[in-house]
């Protein structure tokens, strides 16, 4: 690539990683040859302090702060809402961003692609993940990337021509459906619901091919899938070592309002105690994922203590209604609420149970399966219980 950089952002940005992580010489040497600002547009939201709120910079008129941003390791939100609310204004929900940089690298690492190899990229998004992928495989090797939103991909496309990539084929599809060619790599940057790994992907992996994905349920975000393609058209995975967080796939989406008219002490659910603090199975994401294999079709929510109520935590499974409350009953127990066709605590204790029994596995221990008929994900050994 030909477009001139701030070479002291990439320094900066090059520093920033080198203490966030053990990344390869030849992956942060990307960030020179594929600089992130020719990807981002110039009036983008970004966090200026993490968990803050998201906060509007136009580059024509804080070319300062833009810049900073964009040589930082930050996520870039480029659009909220599927594009329903317009910059300035914050919106609800990101729709589409660029990722941090410590994130992409690490999945550039771990998807470990070579020069003249094919590649597959789910969710186009800016362009520069696809950039930097085509700078390593090169003019042997070839890109295809696929954006399911038609604004996102337009400037995606543009981008992409301007930097004069020859060996990137920029789409506008939905990644989920079936894609044409055969591919050495396949790489999600949205999130995939665990069971729904679009099948088509390990049918045009080649086998020994490597499909990576972050995966999640709604109770909670997983983790980043390595996925190798077998001769038999399955694919076996394992959680990579690393954390990411990516908005979910467009065509998986469920409606995710959940009914949170219940009254957590109501006199009418069936009552009952328990010895487990809710809180550390939910708020802790490497706990909250057996559980969430479990029931993952649930949501969960935690209420501090006030004046005139304890701290709840909730289980809610907007597929039935169901819902479930745990307070600290004043002893050393806690007291549970169930209410409709399933007993949600009950579900999520006996997973969480199952899980510490087996002395707490790390997710890298979770085997992922994909055949054309069957998604599974389970623990070692667990099947032969
Ligand atoms: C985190 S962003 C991707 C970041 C991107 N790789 C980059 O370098 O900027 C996720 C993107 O996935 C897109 N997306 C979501 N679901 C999709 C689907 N089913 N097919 C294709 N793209 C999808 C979103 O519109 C969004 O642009």
């Not at 038609?150 to 020859?166: F, H, I, Q, T």
């Not at 390990?202 to 109770?219: N, Y």
């Not at 979770?366 to 055949?371: K, Q």
Request: glycine share 8%; charged share 25%; net charge negative.
């Amino acid at each position: 690539m030909t477009v001139a950089a701030s070479d002291d952002g990439v320094r900066a940005l090059i520093e920033e990683l080198r203490s966030a992580g053990d990344f390869p010489a030849e992956r942060l040497s990307l960030l020179n040859a594929v600089p992130r600002e020719s990807f981002i547009p110039s009036r983008m939201w970004v966090q200026e302090v993490e968990d803050g709120p998201y906060e509007p910079v136009d580059r024509a008129t804080e070319n300062e702060r833009w810049m900073r941003a964009v040589y930082s390791n930050r996520v870039i939100v480029t659009q909220f809402d599927d594009g329903a609310t317009t910059w300035p204004e914050v919106g609800y929900r990101p729709t589409c961003s660029a990722s941090m940089p410590s994130a992409v690298l690490g999945m550039l690492t771990e998807l470990d692609v070579q020069p003249g190899e094919s590649v597959l990229e789910i969710g186009t998004g800016t362009g520069w993940n696809a950039a930097l992928l085509a700078e390593i495989v090169g003019t042997q090797g070839t890109v295809v990337t696929a954006e399911i939103d038609p604004a996102m991909a337009a400037d995606a496309r543009k981008r992409l021509e301007d930097a004069g990539l020859v060996n990137v084929y920029p789409r506008l599809a939905d990644g989920s459906t079936e894609p044409s060619g055969e591919f050495d790599r396949i790489i999600a940057t949205a999130s995939v619901h665990i069971g729904h790994l679009p099948y088509s992907w390990v049918a045009h992996t080649r086998p020994g091919g490597v499909i990576l994905a972050p995966m999640r349920a709604d109770l909670a975000s997983g983790p980043l899938v390595r996925f190798v393609v077998h001769e038999d058209g399955t694919a076996t995975g394992r959680a990579a070592d690393m954390q990411v967080g990516f908005m979910e796939m467009r065509s998986q989406r469920v409606p995710s309002s959940v009914n949170t008219d219940q009254q957590w002490d109501d006199p009418d659910a069936e009552l009952s105690t328990t010895d487990i603090a809710p809180w550390v199975p939910l708020l802790a994401d490497d706990h909250r994922w057996p559980i969430a294999v479990a029931v993952p079709s649930c949501r969960y929510d935690v209420w501090e203590r006030t004046d005139d109520r304890p701290g709840v935590a909730w289980l809610r499974d907007p597929l039935t209604g169901s819902w479930a409350s745990v307070v600290p009953d004043g002893s050393k127990r806690y007291a549970v609420r169930q209410s409709g066709p399933r007993r949600l605590w009950d579900e999520a204790e006996a997973a969480y149970r199952w899980w510490q029994a087996r002395g707490e596995p790390p997710l890298s221990a979770w085997r992922w399966t994909i055949t054309p008929n069957r998604q599974s994900v389970t623990l070692d050994g667990a099947d032969k219980e």
